[in-house]
Nanobody, 121 residues
């Protein structure tokens, strides 16, 4: 059974930095796409960043490009979201997600519980 556990959320000042880890377990993830999403109060969940564990280049939402970096540590089965220069509008619950690479792009079948990130101005 796939388990995704996020941590690292909290309060950060605008212009600072924060790194969110997501520990993945229960599968071999070499055929999975791993991603980060977020949901702000009163808004729909939105895509932030993702990559194929097999090694393709990561891809980002426009709001994240140039400020956020998604990466992984194979030995720890952990996916990271490095948030640099966050803005108050980045305040949201951040979710780690996984889907099989063979599944439809919108079919993210596995989700973590989320971690709250609050950016103060």
């Amino acid at each position: 059974q796939v388990q995704l556990v996020e941590s690292g959320g909290g309060l950060v000042q605008a212009g600072g930095s924060l790194r969110l880890p997501c520990v993945a377990s229960g599968r071999t993830f070499s055929n999975y796409t791993m991603g980060w999403f977020r949901q702000a109060p009163g808004k729909a969940r939105e895509f932030v960043a993702a990559f194929d564990w097999s090694g393709s280049s990561p891809y980002y939402a426009g709001s994240a490009k140039g400020r956020f970096t998604i990466s992984r540590d194979n030995a720890k089965n952990t996916v990271y979201l490095q948030m640099n220069s966050p803005k108050p509008e980045d305040t949201a619950v951040y979710f780690c997600a996984a889907r099989q690479m063979s599944s439809a792009p919108e079919n993210w079948g596995y989700w973590g519980q989320g971690t709250q990130v609050t950016v103060s101005s």
